[in-house]
């Protein structure tokens, strides 16, 4: 299960902190994504984290569009995901939602919405 919280309405310019708590698999074997798909548009994936490696710690991957300004972070221990978002945007606004990729196929969170707005 995968579970979102953190969404809202926030001003541009803005922050808001996206959170996912997972459960039902091994956490730490698995790496984790945000997608975000916006009225009209196809879901696109937003940012990704990989598991932990002792060499490298944790690989990150972003779309061009939020580089800079969101950061995809997670704690192995509380089985949960963030994804920091500053500086937003109107065209941020979209449904966020977490995912995780099985060999079975992909499994998604409720979503959370997010509305950047004056």
């Known amino acids: 299960q995968l579970v979102e919280s953190g969404g809202g309405l926030v001003q541009p310019g803005g922050s808001l902190r996206l959170s996912c708590v997972a459960s039902?698999?091994?956490?730490?074997?698995?790496?984790m994504n945000w997608y975000r798909q916006a009225p009209g548009k196809e879901r696109e994936l937003a940012a990704s984290i990989s598991t932990y490696h002792p060499n490298t710690n944790y690989l990150t991957n972003y779309v061009d569009s939020v580089k800079g300004r969101f950061t995809i972070s997670r704690d192995d221990a509380k089985n949960t995901v963030y994804l920091q978002m500053n500086m937003l945007k109107h065209e941020d606004t979209a449904v966020y939602y977490c995912?995780?990729?099985?060999?079975?196929?992909?499994?998604w969170g409720q979503g959370t919405q997010v509305t950047v707005s004056s």
């Open positions: 995912n995780v990729h099985f060999l079975s196929g992909d499994y």
């Open positions: 039902g698999f091994t956490f730490t074997s698995y790496s």
